[in-house]
């Protein structure tokens, strides 16, 4: 992913810097003017420059005279997801992420990033893998390595994929390497703090423990979960379920091989010849209003199944997505060797 400074061009810079800018970003031409403190001003492409010059307007010159002075942009914490599919479909591929001082913060490419969705992301890494010993022994599953690289970095770069920047990783087993190996996300252009489990938390406790998340939804994940989840469809079912709670659920078809009866009052009423019935069990993967977290009780051992049970006794809609893509819990031996060979035939 390029550094969206490459971008950025300091109003006053003369026209002859910018064209040698813009032939440097080839496809991706097109810039963002800026003042001394990141404020967006104006936006230039190859189309301005030729304008420019009919205008007889010397190369020499500052750009200030050829910007487009309204370019579109994204206000990170006021994302309206509609917004980003309409700036995508209407082929507007580079758009200038500002915070509410009106700088920009991030570039979204829409040739490198399939969306921008609103939503802090939660990992929980923190278990100790035991079906998975000795291998992780000295080594948290998070890190085991799949193809050429982590579980948990596979996770991360599919949620970056759609534009998810800010992240929390939950830790506790072995939790200091995750940490170091993962860093603070920088150089994915992403941001990411950490949790630190004290003690086991169970599979979503540890989420209590966020005060300050940016947005108004949050994605909480396994980490040991590898899978190429549409997550913008997921975020959109969601949001149109108007659901509490959201959970990716992975169908599971049970087959009779035998005619089963219906029965009523001892007499057979009807049959059906060999069929077979479709189970949904949870996928690991929940997208949540933020104000669902007030379910959580503090720092205290708490599992996703005990905030589903609570959601259903207060009689609050849980909006199931059925997962048609791939999905994999590397929970035991037998599912790492076949991540393994899944991994190279199956994109992340």
């Known amino acids: 992913m390029k550094s969206f400074i490459k971008h950025l061009i300091i109003k006053g810079s003369s026209i002859k810097e910018a064209l040698g800018r813009l032939d440097e970003l080839g496809q991706d031409a097109i810039l963002f003017v800026v003042d001394d403190k990141n404020i967006l001003i104006g936006a230039l492409t190859d189309g301005d420059v030729r304008r420019g010059l009919l205008k007889n307007i010397q190369i020499s010159e500052p750009i200030d005279q050829i910007i487009q002075s309204n370019p579109r942009y994204i206000r990170k914490g006021e994302i309206e997801i509609n917004k980003i599919i309409e700036y995508r479909d209407s082929l507007y591929r580079i758009i200038p992420i500002l915070d509410d001082?009106?700088?920009?913060?991030?570039?979204?490419?829409?040739?490198?990033?399939?969306?921008?969705?609103?939503?802090?992301?939660?990992?929980?890494?923190?278990?100790?893998?035991?079906?998975?010993?000795?291998?992780?022994?000295?080594?948290?599953?998070?890190?085991?390595?799949?193809?050429?690289?982590?579980?948990?970095e596979h996770n991360i770069n599919r949620l970056a994929l759609f534009g998810i920047n800010d992240f929390w990783i939950s830790i506790n087993y072995l939790g200091e390497l995750i940490e170091k190996y993962i860093g603070n996300g920088v150089n994915k252009g992403i941001n990411i703090k950490y949790i630190h489990e004290d003690e086991p938390l169970g599979t979503i406790g540890a989420v209590s423990k966020v005060d300050n998340f940016i947005h108004d939804y949050i994605l909480i994940t396994n980490s040991d979960i590898l899978t190429n989840l549409n997550y913008e469809q997921f975020f959109l079912d969601y949001i149109n379920s108007n659901a509490e709670i959201g959970v990716v659920t992975i169908p599971y078809d049970v087959n009779i091989p035998y005619a089963v009866f219906e029965t009523k009052d001892g007499d057979v009423v009807g049959f059906k010849e060999k069929p077979t019935y479709t189970y949904y069990s949870n996928g690991g993967i929940y997208l949540l209003k933020k104000t669902v977290l007030d379910y959580l009780p503090r720092n205290t051992y708490f599992n996703a199944t005990d905030l589903l049970e609570a959601l259903i006794k207060d009689k609050k809609r849980i909006f199931s997505f059925p997962l048609m893509d791939y999905w994999l819990d590397v929970g035991n031996h037998d599912d790492f060797s076949k991540a393994q060979q899944d991994v190279k035939k199956i994109r992340f």
Do not use: C, H, W
């Open 101 to 152: 001082q009106n700088r920009v913060i991030k570039i979204i490419n829409f040739r490198e990033t399939k969306s921008y969705l609103p939503i802090d992301a939660v990992i929980m890494a923190g278990g100790r893998g035991q079906r998975l010993m000795p291998l992780t022994n000295n080594l948290p599953k998070p890190l085991l390595k799949v193809g050429d690289k982590p579980i948990i």
